[in-house]
Nanobody, 124 residues
Framework: QVHLAESGGGLVQAGDSLRLFCVAS???????MGWFRQAPGKEREFVCA????????LYADSVKGRFTISRGDARNTVFLQMNSLKPEDTAVYYC??????????????????WGQGTQVTVSS
């Protein structure tokens, strides 16, 4: 059984920063991790991803230069540092795992396991 747990969401003002955290547990092998988000009335969209080694990252254009994804030393943790937040960043943020595949991708269907999500709200 695989379990993902996100934390760190909240309500902030435009220009503020937030740090999201996700920890994975269960039967997992050499997996890439990613963050996605879903705003009300919109489809889930890719935010960023990091490879198993941590040496490769991938970002959506909308967050490039503002968000940074990183993995913890334990490999089963991933962080998302979000700076210069904008109201359009408001969404539920989901952590995801691409089990048995160490490479990054922006394709939602390539991720096998998902967390429950954490709400991020940015006021103007």
């Amino acid at each position: 059984q695989v379990h993902l747990a996100e934390s760190g969401g909240g309500l902030v003002q435009a220009g503020d920063s937030l740090r999201l955290f996700c920890v994975a547990s269960g039967r997992l092998f050499d997996y890439a991790m990613g963050w996605f988000r879903q705003a009300p009335g919109k489809e889930r969209e890719f935010v960023c991803a990091i490879s198993w080694s941590g040496g490769s990252t991938l970002y959506a254009d909308s967050v490039k230069g503002r968000f940074t994804i990183s993995r913890g030393d334990a490999r089963n943790t991933v962080f998302l540092q979000m700076n210069s937040l904008k109201p359009e960043d408001t969404a539920v943020y989901y952590c995801a795992i691409r089990n048995s595949n160490p490479f990054t991708t922006a394709t939602t269907a390539s991720y096998n396991y998902w967390g429950q999500g954490t709400q991020v709200t940015v006021s103007s």
